[in-house]
Structure formats: structure tokens, C-alpha cells
């Protein structure tokens, strides 16, 4: 292994080079551990170091629970308290260099999730010019929950620590910290959405990548609370810093997981992502799809977005003792008059298949599509897509199944196993030339053209790529008339 140093702000750190001559730094705290009594404290910088800090191998995750039967994306669970790292992949280290730089948020539903994936890799960005930055944050409790006597949005703060770090050493890795886009997927992509709505990191980065944006809603402080209110009933314990400081990691997931648990007592929370960024009235200011619909938050903001035809399509529906499935929709907001559109529209007679695709609708899908619409009527530079690519091994476009396409990390562990032995290679060539594309130029390029009200031009990733117009309006048609 060849090692090369970078000094940043804090010290210096070592990384290595690989075989195809791009470099690596794993590991790089941008916060101090968030222990003791900066458990649910705001971040604080990093204590200055003087030796050259080993940055070769990941370093510690949040995520504390391994997944890998539950979830597409490989996630490792690495340990360890300095949780607040991120990693640098970048094709050199020439101060002079100025490249564009990709920051990568991972998903996890705000509750799990890992930034030292083998599917986040930056290999392929390196070689088209890109340095990618990954970042860990917390989750769960120590980065979403209300606590009387703590910050808000602690995750979120952690995000915004992350790209401050960014702005501040990227150019010592041959990166512009002028051309910085935000990126992310599933609560990654909603992290992005959040970020355009926070005024604290309006000047942290120029463009936007939400994939599979997912967002707590509503999301105004009355949730907070009552989600506050919901694990002191179940668990008994006092939604306090204090109380919750010195209990250990299992301890505290323990806890975390009987917040999960259905029930009535779960009134006033929304049915996914009670753990999640929410308007604070400070650090975020108003309810997210609020202040990127109706108000003037991420205007200037080049913003990609999009998502899978069939996201939680999978998702197990209730037994046959749960909610008749008119109940299930009306829940997740579909109106009673819409039943029958919806259920003519996807003409599927099996209740599970109609719920999981309700789910991903409303979830994703919807929620996407009026941001679109609400940035085109206000002129703003927007790009949709939709992943339509459906998997051999089980016949949809599932949730992360577009992610190793648009890395371009086809040979990446895991991937067969989701998408086969044969991935269009076209496919990847496509997606990955557009990411780039979009974080070199904030265009991802002529053959895909800007989103307006007029045309609703919307690219349809398939074995072969393809722009449509309005390819989307059943959806609009159920879900947002």
C-alpha cells in the first residue's frame, strides 16, 4: 500500500493510494466523539492533532445493529464512539486542481444506514474528475429525538458540520469548495431536501441530488413532541439528556426500538419516520416541503430528483386481522373518491400489492412530484427522473436498486444478488454520466432536459434510457389534484 498525507485544519492525515492511481482518507473526525457530555450536544470541532492521523480504514459507524438480512444496500456496522467521520475519495491532491465535489449522505430510514458501504465507492467519480466526500452522522435518538434540555436536529447539525469541514479542507484534496453538490438517498435524499430548507447551509453547497428523498410528514413541532410524549409512555424513561446520557448503545436501541412498535398510542405521529429531521422553528425554520413549495428556500438551487417505479413495493401489509385496505390508503392520504382510480390505475387485486404500491406513492413518489411541479411553475432549474428498471431477480424497480447504476459500481459486493448477473451496462454508463454531468456543470446534459410546467420532461431510466413527457400524471392525477 503506497500512503500519501494531507494536512488539514486540524492535523494531518494519512491515506493511500490505489492501483488505479485515485487516493483514499477513511476515517477523517470532522466533530469530536459524541460522548459523554457532547452525547446530544450541537458538534464540536475536533481537538487539533500534531501526528499524522492513520485514515486508511473506515471508521466508526452509528449504525451499531448489522442489517444485511433486511436491507439492499451492504451496510457495515463499524465500532467505536468517534461516529462524526467522513471519508475523501479524490483523483488527486493538487491544492490547484479545483475539482467538483460530491457529498454523499446515506439513507437508513434516520435509524440506520452506514457511510463505509462498498456501494458508496468513489472510484468511478474519481476516474470522470469528481472527488466524492461520505459522511456518518447520528441516528435514532441521539440525532432526531426532542430532548427537553438538548439541541434539535442534532443529525442534522452533524450534516452541516460535515460540509463546513468540506468548505474548509476540501481544496488541500484537489476539490473546489465552490462547486460543492449535496447528495443523498431514501432519509439521505430527504437530508438533501432538509439542507435546501435550512438557512445555515445556504452557502455550504451549489447544487442538489435528491434520490428517493424521504421526509418526515408533518413535520412541525407538535410531532416532535408528541414522538417525545410516545417514548417516555412506552419506555418510562424521560426524554432528556440527562436521563438518556450514560445508558449504552444497546441499552439506548433497545429503547429506540419500542418506539417502532404499531399502536394507538402512536396518535399525531406519521406512520414512517417519527425519528427524522422537523421544523424546529429555528435551525429549520418551517415544515421542509413547505419552505421548498410555497416559499423561496433552495430557489437558485440546481435540484436532480427522482425515484423508483416500485420503492417499497415489498412492504409486508397488515394480516388479515389489520385495517380492511380502504383504511390502509386513507391513512397514508389517499382520498376515498381516489380508491377506484388507484386501484384501476395499477390493476393489482392482491391487497399486499396494493398497499406497498399506496406506500410507495405516497411516500416518494408524490412527494417528489410536487416539488417538481412547485419549482417549475416558480421557473426554478430542476431535473426529474424515474428508475423503471426492473430486477430479474424479483420483477420491480425497487427501493436502492438504482444506486450502483448511478455510481457505476456494477461489480460492487451485493449487486447480483439484486440485480442479476447481467445489469445493463448502458444503463450504468447513462445514470453515472449524468450524475457527473450534474455536479460538474449543474446540467446533467443535453439529452435530458430541464423539468418545466409547459413540457414536464421527466427521464425514464430503463435498459434504454429515454426522456418522456409527463410520464407521471396518473400519479399527480390520484395523488396531488
Not at 467505536?80 to 457529498?103: C, Q, S
Not at 447513462?430 to 414536464?456: I, K, L, N
Not at 410520464?471 to 389534484?481: N, T, Y
Request: hydrophobic share 45%.
Amino acid at each position: 500500500m503506497t500512503v500519501t498525507t494531507v494536512t488539514t485544519t486540524r492535523g494531518p492525515v494519512r491515506g493511500e493510494r490505489r492501483p488505479d492511481g485515485s487516493l483514499r482518507f477513511l476515517g477523517i473526525p470532522y466533530a469530536q466523539p459524541p460522548v459523554g457530555a457532547l452525547r446530544f450536544a450541537a458538534p464540536v470541532p475536533p481537538e487539533p492533532w500534531t501526528e499524522p492521523l492513520d485514515a486508511t480504514a473506515y471508521g466508526p459507524t452509528a449504525q451499531r445493529r448489522p442489517f444485511a438480512d433486511v436491507t439492499t444496500v451492504p451496510e457495515p456496522s463499524v465500532p467505536g464512539t468517534g461516529i462524526l467521520n467522513l471519508n475523501v475519495f479524490t483523483p488527486r491532491t493538487d491544492p490547484e486542481a479545483g475539482l467538483p465535489v460530491l457529498v454523499w449522505i446515506h439513507g437508513g430510514g434516520y435509524v440506520a444506514g452506514s457511510a463505509a458501504s462498498p456501494w458508496y465507492d468513489g472510484s468511478a467519480f474519481n476516474r470522470d474528475g469528481v472527488i466524492l466526500v461520505s459522511l456518518g452522522y447520528r441516528l435514532g435518538i441521539e440525532g432526531f429525538l426532542h430532548l427537553a434540555d438538548a439541541p434539535d436536529n442534532r443529525g442534522v447539525r452533524d450534516w452541516i458540520a460535515a460540509l463546513q469541514w468540506v468548505r474548509d479542507n476540501i481544496a488541500r484534496f484537489g476539490g473546489d469548495p465552490a462547486k460543492v453538490t449535496v447528495a443523498g438517498q431514501s432519509a439521505g435524499g430527504g437530508a438533501v431536501q432538509t439542507l435546501l430548507a435550512v438557512p445555515a447551509a445556504r452557502d455550504l453547497f451549489r447544487g442538489a441530488l435528491s434520490v428517493s428523498g424521504a421526509v418526515m410528514r408533518p413535520d412541525g413541532p407538535e410531532v416532535a413532541r408528541a414522538a417525545s410524549r410516545l417514548f417516555t409512555a412506552r419506555t418510562g424513561v424521560p426524554a432528556t439528556a440527562a436521563a438518556l446520557r450514560d445508558l449504552s448503545d444497546d441499552e439506548l436501541l433497545d429503547l429506540q426500538d419500542l418506539m417502532g412498535v404499531p399502536g394507538p398510542d402512536r396518535e399525531g405521529l406519521p406512520p414512517l419516520l417519527s425519528l427524522a429531521p422537523f421544523a424546529d422553528g429555528e435551525l429549520i425554520p418551517e415544515p421542509v416541503l413547505d419552505a421548498l413549495t410555497t416559499g423561496e428556500a433552495g430557489a437558485d438551487v440546481p435540484l436532480m430528483l427522482g425515484f423508483t417505479a416500485h420503492e417499497f413495493n415489498a412492504f409486508p401489509a397488515p394480516g388479515p386481522d389489520g385495517p380492511p385496505v380502504p383504511v390502509l390508503l386513507g391513512a397514508l392520504g389517499l382520498p376515498e373518491d381516489r380508491l377506484g382510480s388507484f386501484t384501476t390505475a395499477y390493476g393489482a387485486a392482491d391487497p399486499a400489492a396494493l398497499f406497498g404500491q399506496a406506500l410507495t406513492d405516497a411516500t416518494f413518489r408524490a412527494p417528489a412530484l410536487a416539488l417538481a411541479d412547485a419549482r417549475a411553475e416558480r421557473g426554478r432549474p430542476t431535473w426529474l427522473y424515474e428508475f423503471v428498471w426492473e430486477s430479474p431477480v424479483n420483477g420491480t424497480a425497487f427501493h436502492c436498486l438504482d444506486l450502483p447504476y448511478a455510481f457505476d459500481l456494477l461489480d460492487a459486493e451485493g449487486v447480483t444478488a439484486v440485480a442479476g448477473e447481467a445489469p445493463p451496462r448502458v444503463l450504468a454508463d447513462a445514470m453515472h454520466r449524468a450524475w457527473v454531468s450534474f455536479v460538474r456543470d449543474q446540467d446533467p446534459g443535453a439529452s435530458w432536459p430541464c423539468y418545466t410546467a409547459d413540457e414536464r420532461a421527466t427521464m425514464v431510466w430503463d435498459a434504454e434510457p429515454r426522456v418522456e413527457p409527463d410520464p407521471l400524471q396518473r400519479v399527480r392525477d390520484i395523488w396531488l389534484r
